[in-house]
């Protein structure tokens, strides 16, 4: 998995297949392919939410169906301003039922934009875990930019929190906010039964070949060289973009000396939230969770 991602992120290029374009004539989605910097192509999906902004309760909500906004056309400006980039777990692409019951529930906050990272779902290439990564994220960021967003706040979960953290510090976008859920603080951790199990999955021939032909994830045989800067290294550098670290009390995946870790290492900068009784990313995130992450990150974003 050799690459110059961990010491520079260049921009991707924001390059749109047209032949696989597919825009509603309402304004209510785009589907499309974009190319990173290293030539991979990431299935990626816009949708410009369907918001009002109620000056009375200073909060976002949902248009009613009947309203100028609700088809989507005449969306006010505060929700063409703000977007969010999110960046799915391990295993993941922008088609799973949670990624989109999450892209659901941010929709009432602004625009969103969900993506497959390399190796998942329709996108090319193959995972590097968190690696490369950053260059989808990069290419994700720089469409939502193009498309006329001056907010981006980025949202990832597990290896996608781990993504954004390294994204923000490696100033590969210029993002606004960052919300990092269930993500590792450092590299080659195996301390619980399920780590245990990704790494087998990462590192064995027949481990890759479940993750192909079981889990939709195409992984690359290539270890790490160099090793990319690990998530608590980059957490500092991301001052004074506002961070939230997010965090379940039951992860099953990484306890809760991880996300004490990257808090720590936010300083005054970062927020830390320990949720009582959730379990590990997108799946374990109950709705009221991310309706508190998009409030905070429409606070924060400006």
């Known amino acids: ?7 520079h992120v260049a921009r991707s290029t924001v390059r749109p297949y047209s032949e696989t374009l597919n825009v ?9 392919f974009l190319r990173t910097a290293d030539g991979v192509a990431i299935d990626s999906v816009y949708e410009p939410g369907c918001v009002v902004y109620d000056p009375g309760k200073a909060v976002y909500e949902r248009a009613d169906e009947g309203s100028p906004n609700g088809s989507g056309k005449g969306i006010p400006d ?9 960046a799915h777990g391990f295993t993941g692409d922008a088609d799973r039922p949670h990624v989109r019951r999450v892209a659901q529930v941010f929709a009432r906050y602004g625009a969103v934009v969900t993506f497959s990272f390399r190796g998942h779902g329709r996108s090319g290439g193959r995972s590097t875990v968190g690696d490369r990564e950053v260059l989808d994220l990069a290419a994700a960021v720089a469409w939502a930019r193009e498309l006329g967003h001056t907010r981006v706040v980025t949202v990832g979960f597990s290896m996608g929190g781990s993504v954004v953290l390294r994204h923000a510090a490696l100033d590969a976008g210029g993002v606004d906010a960052v919300v990092s859920v269930s993500a ?16 087998w999955l990462v590192t064995r021939p ?23 800067l690990s998530p608590v290294e980059a957490v500092p550098r991301i001052a004074p973009t506002p961070l939230l670290v997010v965090h379940g009390d039951q992860d099953a995946y990484f306890p809760l000396d991880h996300p004490r870790m990257l808090a720590d290492a936010a300083g005054e900068h970062g927020e830390l939230w320990v949720e009582h009784g959730m379990g590990h990313a997108e799946n374990a995130a109950p709705e009221p969770l991310l309706r508190r992450i998009g409030d905070w990150a429409a606070a924060r974003a400006g």
């Open 1 to 7: 998995m050799g690459t110059d991602a961990a010491g």
């Open 24 to 32: 509603t004539r309402d304004g209510a989605a785009m589907r499309t």
């Open 78 to 86: 505060v929700s063409r301003r703000l977007v969010l980039v999110i």
């Open 184 to 199: 590792p603080a450092r590299w080659f951790y195996r301390g619980t039964a399920p780590m245990r199990r990704l790494h």
């Open 206 to 228: 027949s481990g890759r070949l479940v993750g192909r032909y079981g889990l939709r994830t195409r992984i690359h045989h290539r270890q790490w060289d160099p090793v990319p």
